[in-house]
């Protein structure tokens, strides 16, 4: 009579097991089957991040790239040795100083917030205005720049870096073909070299390759949200943004939603075209979430609202505060982090 009852016991528990995990397989089947459409839709509209940014006139070896790493946080490239590429572009806080506007070597502020190096290497061109065309051109700028790193001339530049030893002779291994290694487009070389190694990958990269696991359920309703607000217009591929140029609202003036100080042109003052009046380029959304304060002014320090900001100058939607934070929870997926090895 007791084995009888045991036995019930056993096949109860049994039975209740396989219950349990078939409510749990169903459920499973159900979030897939919600955002199956998701999924075949991110594949298309998405893409993972490549491994490397590549520049077939700047072929990235290891030697070049050590040599980038150390120009990159050398003061000495600054009139008085106290700015380097890091002090604006800190690799510690995901390659922003997080202020509105960066100080310069003789203590005076640039007049457009300084934008991540991860991943720039990818984007369609350099600054806010596109103006230059790749990380090597952007990377001499700052450099002679009077309100940044205030060097005097590219001859200066590079008098200072042939005083020094070490200088001498990670030059010549990164460039032995060149008679004189040292010389201001081999710096900027280097720089551009080291920059292309900063990528940062995330779960969304697994996901968007077709691990459709790799979101939880609520980012795939962020994404979803992301989607239906209209934000894949300017924001897709495998940078969520970084390639094409926009104006800055389209649906009214950005400096009234903003509270910006100053108006800013943007493309114009480059182009001189009435049409790029208020144009910039458009942001990658890679890192989105360390890379405050927001926009080309860094007028706006909440993510949150620099979502709803977004919504509506240029969808023309009024995000809800549920909307703005479905969109948050999906961007914050887009966090990755730079290899230790890049970093000082």
């Known amino acids: 009579m ?39 839709k991110a594949k298309t509209l998405f893409a993972a991040l490549p491994k490397e940014a590549v520049n077939p006139d700047n072929p990235v070896t290891t030697e070049k790239v050590a040599l980038g790493k150390a120009l990159y946080f050398d003061k000495r490239l600054s009139k008085d040795n106290t700015e380097s590429c890091n002090t604006c572009h800190n690799l510690d806080t995901y390659g922003v100083d997080n202020s509105p506007f960066s100080k310069g070597n003789n203590g005076g502020f640039g007049g457009r917030n300084s934008p991540t190096t991860l991943n720039a290497a990818f984007h369609l061109a350099q600054f806010w205005d596109g103006r230059e065309p790749d990380v090597e ?39 032995p073909n060149d008679k004189k290694a040292i010389n201001y487009d081999n710096m900027k070389k280097a720089i551009g070299a080291f920059e292309r190694k900063l990528v940062t990958p995330t779960k969304f990269d697994k996901y968007v390759s077709g691990k459709t696991n790799a979101l939880t359920e609520q980012e795939k309703q962020g994404l979803k949200t992301f989607i239906d607000a209209g934000c894949v217009a300017c924001h897709s591929g495998a ?34 075209k009435e049409d790029d009046k208020y144009v ?24 949150k609202d620099a979502v709803k900001i977004m919504g509506k100058l240029e969808s023309n939607k009024e995000l809800s505060d549920k909307e703005a ?11 990755g982090s730079v290899n230790k090895s890049l970093k000082q």
């Open 280 to 303: 910039f380029k458009v942001p990658s959304l890679r890192n989105i979430e360390k890379t405050y304060p927001y926009f080309h002014d860094g007028s706006v320090a909440d993510l």
């Open 325 to 335: 934070d479905d969109i948050i929870t999906f961007l914050k997926t887009l966090t």
């Open 137 to 175: 051109a952007q990377a001499g700028g700052p450099v002679l720049n009077p309100v940044e790193m205030e060097m005097p001339s590219e001859k200066a530049v590079v008098k200072r870096l042939s005083e020094i030893k070490e200088y001498k002779e990670m030059f010549a291994k990164a460039f």
């Open 239 to 272: 940078l969520l943004g970084g390639k094409m140029y926009q104006k800055f609202g389209i649906y009214g003036d950005y400096w009234k939603e903003t509270k910006s100080k100053k108006v800013d042109n943007g493309r114009f003052y480059i182009t001189k």
């Open 2 to 40: 007791k084995k009888l009852f045991y036995l019930f016991i056993l096949v109860s528990v049994i039975s209740c097991g396989n219950n349990e995990k078939k409510t749990e397989n169903q459920q499973e089947k159900k979030e897939e089957n919600q955002f199956a459409e998701l999924d075949q």
